[in-house]
């Protein structure tokens, strides 16, 4: 049978841009469908974490999102009131303390990453298929065929897989039938751009609140609010429903008109049991929803679709060595899970009640503590994470994701991030003999000495995961069993 497409994805946001650019880079043809006509300007998230803006770095977008890091830095101060990160609006998280202070992410609005994204994305030939909107899909063992209603009817759509990154309400998962466990809300977050044209002289200083949490501003209003879950909340948001929010966390009675962008999000946290069911996959929102606190939301969709696509690619390919497509729900998956499991705590730590307010007051001094600073700042940005791999490896590096490491090649300085816009795994080493049988399928870079303390010889898969890596002794067999592990000869 042919198909209209190697790998349908669904949704164009930012983690199916990202995926199809990806599976375009290591050989494969996606289609990216959207039920939308044009991107949405909703200001869903303000930034990308330190993995994810490396991992666009790695494609040589660093520069490009780096131009908007200033803007975004100023708005976050200013809505904020710190250039701190934070734990449960706690705003502690001091960068310069952290382990690796130079690993940093970017404050970039999601429209803009769109835009970003979008332009790399078809640039490199992906195309996308605007008013698309799924509505049927059934797979067997060779394809899966999409029900589509589009502008000129409703028509069939098929390929060798699917991938679902259309957000927390994913249609893709609901119609392949993935469990969706988890959590239900317990408190609903309100912004909007508004100005208060009554009232606002009685209402307290900004900040916790009896029953929530209030912040405002010169054209800003936003809610924690405990004591209102709404039944839609995909309805747009109302000045009243932003009015009756306000009443009840601080009991003022205001009278507010809306003058641009609003947001309504909850704190449920839910997650698909496995990201893969045959043919269908999920990435992004579509695999797994939680509490937006620290702002961890986009860096963990980003990071799934650098960890699916060259995956998948070589899936499509033929020549994946077994059980890779299935790593990625083995690596992933627990990624997922501490998010979900930290933005718990962190909505815990929001509630009202003067027990919750003792509590902070003791995790904000423990905070001060430098151990602690370094463990929350891991925490939120994932730098700590490193992903279980199936064989053992006794160097510590093994496992994590690989900073854009500065290293002599003869007599010159490169950066990793010049041999990686190709998307091939990068093999850097005294002596790259080793890893000839695979050249062309991996980037092999003869090194001088790479400036990271105990690394002497690395090799970086497509997604940045460090797959081996060797001290003053590399362990040759090690680097043998991780290539044949991830890319077959």
Known sequence: MTHDADVIVVGAGPVGLLLAAELRLAGAVPLVLERLAAPSPQRK????????????ARRGLGERLAAHGAAGTADKARDHGSEKGHFSAIFKIDPDLQDEPDRRGVWIWQPELEVLLAEYATGLGVEIRREHTVTGLAQDDDTVTLTVVAPHGEHRLSAGHVVGCDGGRS???????????????TMTTRRAEADILEGADRLPPAGRQPRGILHYGPG???????GDTPEDREAPLTAEELQNSVRRVTGVDVTVAITGETLR????????ATYRRGRVLLAGDAAHVHSPMG???LNLGLMDA???GWKLAAEVRGDAPPGLLDSYTGERHPVGARVLHNTRAQSALLAPGPHTDALRDVFSDLMDLPEVNRRLGDMMSGLADAYDFPYRSTHPLVGRHCPDLTFKA??????????TRGGLPVLLAPDVRPAGPWRGRVELVQVESIAYDGLDAVLVRPDGAIAWAGGAEPDVEGLETALRTWFSR
């Open 171 to 185: 249609t893709v998962r609901r119609l392949t039938g993935f469990a969706f466990p988890g959590t239900a809300p």
């Open 220 to 226: 800003m209003l936003a809610t924690f609010d405990y």
């Open 295 to 297: 702002g961890q939301g």
């Open 45 to 56: 998230a303000r930034g990308v974490g330190p993995l994810a803006a490396e991992a666009l």
């Open 410 to 419: 003869g007599t010159r300085e490169e950066h990793l991030s010049r041999y």
């Open 265 to 272: 999000v909850t704190d449920h946290a839910r997650q698909a």
């Open 306 to 308: 650098a960890n699916l």
